[in-house]
């Protein structure tokens, strides 16, 4: 399989926080699911990979192309749509597009009216007008114009309704119809992730905790209920995102097999219930585990 | 052809995919040389990921069930249908042969095997 963006080992250190030896990499054509909670780097991730910010070390391909050496070439291919939209919010939908894509060579003015259109964005009306959904789709309209070959997303679908959230999941199954278009998409909305990615990368406190084949992550990962006879002391490591209640206890493993056994080894009565996951759950157990390791 | 995805079914997304095909491809509703959706297709339709759909599509193929041109798509296979129909027989045949054999260790006779599978078929006739 190509690989469309391969990030290795990436490093970026701020006072406060840092991106931890950040590597995944997703192949042509496929859609990659960003998710993490509020602050624990996916924007940060996304700047480096669009030389927006300097990174320590590490590196990024995009194409095959070192992303600091060949920045231009690979912002050309890119389309971008960042978290803040920078419209002149005074001018019409229709100029700004025409500005903006005029920084593209490849921009396609056609394109760019008929996606419009089938946005149902009105050119000519100005962008402090536009709705946030609007706003999306006009700089979703704009990434798209210059037929970029990777499609990256910031957050897209955060601040929208469920029905404009949809519309925009189907237009990106859209644009994977084409084999060589990929997207890379962060969102902490991880329904929407669930739905259409291709891979899933869940990142927490600027570190890489799972990046595989979304289907095999949801077949992996189980959730445990175990009941207050067994002692969570007792056994090993292999549960992550621990929660203590009253009357039992619950974690997540990628080995429920190798936990079964080893839970009914030791306490052969004891009570417990699996369960599928959501990536939603393993989210809130991946944080759980990194606030307990911390405190 | 007619796929349907449901949430609440315990079978992951790409079994109820392949349960669907097969399922019309028996039936004869998608007759030998149908031309299936693309993968890339079906996953915009079903508004679900494209490796999903592609692993449905390779268990098919693996099983014989539809044979994929590269470039041209994929197609009902050709002996697909029949080539699966009689396999199964064989399968059929051979749980039967073990439920006789069960029987002649018993002591039953034809006449009493014979009443013996149609109890069980009244059990579990036609509803």
Redesign the interface.
Known sequence: MDVILDVEGLVKKYERFSLKEVSFRIPKGYIMGFIGRNGAGKTTVIKCIMDLIPFEAGSIEVFGLDSRRCSDEIRRRVGYVSEEHYFYENMTAGWNLDFFGGFYPKHDRDLASSLMRKFDIDPSKKVSELSKGMKVKLALALALSHRPELLILDEPTSGLDPVIRNELLELLMEVVQDENCSIFFSSHITSDIEKIADFVTFIEDGRIVISDVKDAILDKWRLFRIDNNCSIAGLSGRLIGVKIGEFGFSGMTDDPQGFIRELTGKYPDARYKVEKVSLDDILIRIVREEEANEG | MFVALSNNDPN???EQIKKQIIEQIMSGELPPGYMLPSI??L??EL??????VK?AYEDLEASGYIVTNQGKGSFVAQAGAEFVRESRLKEIQKSFEKGIALCRELGYDDDGIRKVFGDILEEYGQP
């Open positions: 992951p997304l790409y890339r297709a996953a915009r508004e679900i990921s494209v490796i999903t692993k």
